[in-house]
């Protein structure tokens, strides 16, 4: 197969990776496919290498995910230093700030020597370490195979389920605008290897609890539409957690389902958790989000990005309609 899709490697990246006999992987909280795939395919892949490595992680793994770790569960942050003194790298994957590293922003900066990160946001930067950050590339799972083949590690099954996990998420199984030639260069090339492209997408996307459709249909009973219909607004609030059964991790892609409004080209999905609101921003193709979260205190990528913002849903939700409301019409255009 041609290569010609596939990104190059920095060299300082594979001399850290290379040198290193043990490593510590890590990923972010709150974390979404590319992550989870991410870092157990390097975790694996250097394993299958003869390497030691151990995964660690803030949150718990999601249900959906729970087949990628059937046998092992990456360890808390509150090991962290323990582990961290151990490896020889301390490689942090799909993301670069330390908003996302819950439990983490004392415990990194000690070992910054160690430290090799791995990201593709269009807003990087503070962790310390080298820095391999490449927006272009659509998922942190398109820089993992582009790292595992240069180092020419083995590639079994498991390695190739967690890489495609990984690039699907974060294309939106290559129906985002991030889907390119290199994002499908590598699936092409996990499909050779066997992956079963089907049946993970019936494991990812159709396998859902019944209280999660319950909770979709209150937020899209939430749904408001703002900006002649450039933007529409949606929340989840606790009650509708505690209404449909179900819990804070389980609203992954929610806010896509906006985007089916063919007039949308923002929508703003604000979720009530302890004491603070999460907020997801998506776009369709002219609005940068990314910029707009940077400048709440967030961060992602130009047509996905989000921020926690501490208040009540109530206080929060006037600052980031404004913000968008602005943003729309600095835009200029008519709805589409
Ligand atoms: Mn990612």
């Given at each position: 197969m041609s290569v010609k899709h596939a990104g190059k490697v920095p060299a300082k990246v594979l001399r850290r990776v290379s040198a290193a006999q043990s490593l510590l992987v890590v990923t972010h909280a709150r974390p979404d496919g590319d992550a989870l795939g991410s870092m157990r395919a390097l975790t694996l892949a250097a394993r299958a290498a003869g390497k030691t490595a151990w995964m660690l992680m803030p949150d718990a793994v999601p249900t959906r995910y729970a087949f990628l770790f059937a046998d092992e569960t990456p360890?808390?942050?509150?090991?962290?230093?323990?582990?961290?003194?151990?490896?020889?790298?301390?490689?942090?994957?799909?993301?670069?700030?330390?908003?996302?590293l819950d439990g983490?922003?004392?415990?990194?900066?000690?070992?910054?020597?160690?430290?090799?990160?791995?990201?593709?946001?269009?807003?990087?930067?503070?962790?310390?370490?080298?820095?391999?950050?490449?927006?272009?590339?659509?998922?942190?799972?398109?820089?993992?195979?582009?790292?595992?083949?240069?180092?020419?590690?083995?590639?079994?099954?498991?390695?190739?389920?967690?890489?495609?996990?990984?690039?699907?998420?974060?294309?939106?199984?290559?129906?985002?605008?991030?889907?390119?030639?290199?994002?499908?260069?590598?699936?092409?090339?996990?499909?050779?290897?066997?992956?079963?492209?089907?049946?993970l997408y019936d494991r990812l996307l159709r396998n859902d609890r019944p209280e999660r459709l319950k909770l979709v249909a209150r937020m899209l009973g939430s749904l408001e539409m703002h900006c002649g219909g450039l933007l529409a607004v949606m929340t989840i609030r606790k009650a509708d957690f505690d209404a449909s059964g179900t819990r804070p991790d389980e609203t992954e892609n929610l806010i896509n389902e906006a985007l089916r409004i063919g007039?949308?080209?923002?929508?703003?999905?604000?979720?009530?958790?302890?004491?603070?609101?999460?907020?997801?921003?998506?776009?369709?193709?002219?609005?940068?989000?990314?910029?707009?979260?940077?400048?709440?205190?967030?961060?992602?990528?130009?047509?996905?990005?989000?921020?926690?913002?501490?208040?009540?849903?109530e206080a929060v939700k006037p600052r980031v309609l404004a913000a968008l409301t602005e943003a729309l019409g600095r835009l200029g255009g008519s709805p589409r």
């Open positions: 360890a808390p942050a509150g090991r962290f230093a323990e582990l961290a003194a151990k490896a020889e790298a301390v490689v942090i994957l799909d993301t670069s700030v330390f908003g996302q983490l922003d004392k415990a990194i900066p000690p070992v910054a020597e160690k430290l090799l990160v791995i990201d593709h946001h269009a807003t990087p930067g503070e962790l310390g370490g080298l820095l391999w950050n490449d927006p272009s590339a659509a998922a942190c799972g398109v820089l993992m195979r582009e790292l595992i083949e240069a180092m020419r590690w083995p590639q079994d099954a498991a390695v190739c389920e967690a890489l495609w996990t990984a690039i699907v998420s974060d294309t939106g199984w290559f129906h985002y605008p991030n889907t390119d030639a290199r994002s499908l260069h590598h699936a092409a090339a996990l499909l050779e290897a066997g992956v079963q492209a089907s049946a007039s949308v080209e923002a929508v703003i999905l604000l979720t009530e958790l302890d004491g603070l609101c999460r907020v997801s921003l998506r776009s369709r193709t002219r609005l940068d989000v990314a910029q707009i979260a940077k400048s709440l205190g967030g961060g992602g990528h130009t047509r996905a990005a989000g921020v926690r913002i501490s208040g009540s849903l």
